[in-house]
T-cell receptor, first 113, second 110 residues
């Protein structure tokens, strides 16, 4: 158990819909990262927040957005969903702002039908 | 970020030592080398990180030659539960994103 929690574990929805994925980092960790893993693209970095502020962006689509709240939990919002958005979405956290050990959550499996 | 190259897959038997080599010819002075392990449908798990020479922890050793253009993850006496995908990543401490490649799928048989 990494100490990072993600909800829901599974999510099934239809194309065009909007969903919200939630992540609670390890106690004391200020950075939260979001990653998408699909069979054809592998594990892709989406976005990072540090202490409530956006820190870095990766391959995140404009239809996706995220935020980190004052209690440090984070939400990833996916809208206008397409079939290709079906993937495992991982949240990770770390103590600091820089490249160091990240602790990954169990993931949310999103299926878009 | 330096590009990494690792074997796509490796096979081993229980009790053997497994060495997975990663090539990173364009590694920069400030870059560290980090290895993660991932089981199916689980998030990656940090194994070990190093800058040069040798680093050892309770689960693995990381060997980095002087030119740092490659590194080798050594798993002593593997078991069936070590069957997983192993990722080699290179990046500096000022960066934030972990850039995962295809990884090496290790299959351990009895």
């Amino acid at each position: 158990d990494s100490g990072v929690t993600q909800t829901p574990k599974h999510l099934i929805t239809a194309t065009g819909q909007r969903v919200t994925l939630r992540c609670s980092p390890r106690s004391g960790d200020l950075s939260v990262y979001w990653y998408q893993q699909s069979l054809d693209q592998g594990l892709q970095f989406l976005i990072q927040y540090y202490n409530g502020e956006e820190r870095a962006k990766g391959n995140i689509l404009e239809r996706f957005s995220a935020q980190q709240f004052p209690d440090l939990h984070s939400e990833l919002n996916l809208s206008s969903l397409e079939l290709g958005d079906s993937a495992l979405y991982f949240c990770a956290s770390s103590v600091g702002i820089t490249y160091n050990e990240q602790f990954f959550g169990p993931g949310t499996r999103l299926t878009v039908l | 970020l330096a590009k990494t190259t690792q074997p796509i897959s490796m096979d081993s038997y229980e009790g053997q030592e497994v060495n997975i080599t990663c090539s990173h010819n364009n590694i920069a002075t400030n870059d560290y080398i980090t290895w993660y392990q991932q089981f199916p449908s689980q998030g990656p798990r940090f194994i070990i990180q190093g800058y040069k020479t040798k680093v050892t922890n309770e689960v693995a050793s990381l060997f980095i030659p002087a030119d740092r253009k490659s590194s080798t993850l050594s798993l002593p006496r593997v078991s069936l539960s070590d069957t997983a995908v192993y990722y080699c990543l290179v990046g500096d401490q000022a960066g934030t994103a972990l850039i995962f490649g295809k990884g090496t799928t290790l299959s351990v048989s009895s």
